[in-house]
């Protein structure tokens, strides 16, 4: 089994920033694409960030320009660097990964629970 912890959510003010963090344990022999997502109250989940193995990056046209992914393959880590937030970006986080627990096996999709970011006007 597999496990995704974020942190680093929380209040700030618009124009302010937050580093968010998704830690990966369990039963992981690799990890291949992870990604961001944010889901508003009332609203559907969103993309906000992709990153793949090797470092490519991908980015909802929302926050491009704002916000920055990367990761840490061998702490099985992803962040998210979100700069000149503002109140629009109010949602939970969640961060997903594909993870495949040998070499025989294929990726399957895990999600975190989710980090709350809100950001006051």
């Known amino acids: 089994q597999v496990q995704l912890v974020e942190s680093g959510g929380g209040l700030v003010q618009s124009g302010g920033s937050l580093r968010l963090s998704c830690a990966a344990s369990?039963?992981?022999?690799?990890?291949?694409?992870m990604r961001w997502y944010r889901q508003a109250p009332g609203k559907q989940r969103d993309f906000v960030a992709f990153i793949t193995s090797n470092g490519g990056t991908l980015y909802a046209d929302s926050v491009k320009g704002r916000f920055t992914i990367s990761r840490d393959n061998a702490k099985n880590m992803v962040y998210l660097q979100m700069n000149s937030l503002k109140p629009e970006d109010t949602a939970v986080y969640y961060c997903n990964a594909e993870v495949r627990s040998a070499s025989n096996r294929p990726y399957v999709g895990y999600w975190g629970q989710g980090t709350q970011v809100t950001v006051s006007s």
């Open positions: 369990g039963n992981i022999f690799s990890i291949d694409a």
